[in-house]
C-alpha cells in the first residue's frame, strides 16, 4: 500500500488486498452507502473482474430503519452494484428498537442479518470496510473501558462470527484513501449524518483524534498498537493452550491412579492452577466457563473477582471450598479440584 494517505488505491494495491480471499467460494459485501463501503464493493468487483476464476459476489445492505434516507441510500448502493454486474439486496432489522444501547443493537443486528444472507446465498465470509481510522476509535474506545490484551487488540483482518468468516481487507487503509479513490472514479456516496452524532462515543472520539493526532496519537500509531497487541495477545493465548494441556494430562494422571472419572469439560487439579501466572489463570477459567456456560461470554472484570475468590478461599482454608455460579456456568471448588461445568437453569421468581 502506498504511504500517502491522500492517494487512491491502485489495481496493484486491490490485488494484494484482496489476495486472501481468491479461493473462496462466494464473498458477501456489506455496503451502506458510505464512502468505506462504496470503496470496497468498487474495489473488489474491479479485482474479481480481472481474475480468471475467483469467487462469486454478492452485495447486501441493511436499512436499519432509523433513518428517512436510508432506504434512498440502499437504491444507490444497488444503481453502483448493477454497473458493477454485483447482485445486490437490502434487508432490514425490523421490530422494537431499545431506547438505550442502540448502537450496540444495532451492530448485532446488522452481522446478525448479514451472516443469514451469507448463508442463503453460499458466501463463507463477510467483507466489511473498516478503516485504520475505526481501528484507531475501537481501540481508544476499548482502553477507556479498561479493555484486557485481547480486547486492545481491537479488531482482527479474519475472526468469526455465527458461523461465517468476517473479512476485514482495509484495517491498514485510511478513510481519505478510500475517498480519494473514489473521487478518482467518479462514484458518489452518502454521509451519515450520525457519524458526527455526539449523542455516541465514537463521534465524541473521532472529534478529539486530531487533538491525539497531535501528540503522536494518529490513527497510523494507534493502529500500529492494536497490531503489537494482537501479537502479544496471540502469544499469551499460546502459553494458556499449553497449560490447559498440562491441566488435562494431570486430570488423566489422577483418573489412572483409580479417582473417579467425571464428565466435566473444565476440572483441574487446584494446586497446578494456583502455580500458573495470573494472566494464565485467568484465561483458563475464562475459556472453560464459555464454553460451558449458557448465558453468553463471562466478563472479563467478572471472572477476575471469581479468581480473586478462588485465591482466598485457597489461601484461607486448610480444605478450601467455594462455589459460585457466572454466565450459565457453576464453579466449584472442592477437595482440592476446580470444577466448571454448566449451572442449574434459573428459577423463575413468583410474580
Wanted: hydrophobic share 45%.
Amino acid at each position: 500500500m502506498p504511504d500517502d494517505d491522500n492517494s487512491p488505491i491502485s489495481a496493484r494495491d486491490a490485488k494484494a488486498l484482496f489476495a486472501d480471499w481468491k479461493a473462496a467460494p462466494a464473498l458477501l459485501l456489506a455496503v451502506s452507502g458510505g464512502p468505506d463501503s462504496m470503496a470496497l464493493m468498487w474495489l473488489v468487483a474491479r479485482w474479481r473482474k480481472a481474475l480468471t476464476r475467483g469467487p462469486r459476489l454478492i452485495a447486501v445492505t441493511v436499512d436499519h430503519g432509523l433513518r428517512s434516507e436510508a432506504a434512498a441510500e440502499a437504491r444507490n448502493v444497488k444503481r453502483l452494484a448493477r454497473s458493477l454486474d454485483v447482485p445486490h439486496r437490502t434487508v432490514r432489522w425490523t421490530g422494537v428498537k431499545p431506547k438505550t444501547g442502540l448502537p450496540a443493537a444495532a451492530r448485532a443486528a446488522r452481522y446478525r442479518l448479514l451472516a443469514q444472507a451469507a448463508r442463503a446465498k453460499g458466501a463463507t465470509h463477510i467483507l466489511t470496510a473498516h478503516t485504520r481510522d475505526d481501528q484507531a476509535e475501537t481501540l481508544l474506545m476499548r482502553m477507556l473501558r479498561g479493555s484486557g490484551i485481547s480486547g486492545l487488540a481491537a479488531m482482527a483482518r479474519e475472526s468469526e462470527r455465527d458461523g461465517i468468516r468476517l473479512a476485514r481487507p482495509f484495517l491498514h487503509v485510511s478513510k481519505a484513501q478510500l475517498i480519494a479513490t473514489l473521487k478518482k472514479a467518479k462514484v458518489g456516496f452518502a454521509d451519515d449524518p450520525t457519524n458526527s452524532d455526539t449523542n455516541f462515543t465514537r463521534p465524541r472520539l473521532r472529534a478529539v483524534m486530531p487533538l491525539l493526532a497531535a501528540e503522536g496519537g494518529d490513527s497510523r500509531n494507534l493502529a500500529r498498537l492494536a497490531l503489537r497487541l494482537a501479537r502479544a495477545n496471540a502469544a499469551v493465548e499460546v502459553l494458556v493452550d499449553g497449560a490447559e494441556r498440562y491441566l488435562a494430562l494431570g486430570d488423566l494422571a489422577l483418573r489412572d491412579r483409580g479417582a473417579q472419572p467425571r464428565s466435566d469439560i473444565g476440572a483441574f487439579d487446584a494446586g497446578a492452577f494456583a502455580a500458573m501466572p495470573e494472566e494464565i489463570r485467568l484465561r483458563l477459567l475464562k475459556r472453560a466457563i464459555d464454553r460451558v456456560g449458557h448465558e453468553g461470554p463471562a466478563e472479563l472484570g467478572k471472572v477476575e473477582a471469581l479468581l480473586v475468590g478462588l485465591d482466598r478461599a485457597c489461601a484461607g482454608h486448610a480444605v478450601p471450598t467455594l462455589k459460585q455460579t457466572l454466565a450459565g456456568a457453576l464453579v466449584s471448588l472442592t477437595g482440592g479440584r476446580i470444577r466448571i461445568e454448566p449451572a442449574p437453569p434459573r428459577r423463575r421468581r413468583a410474580k
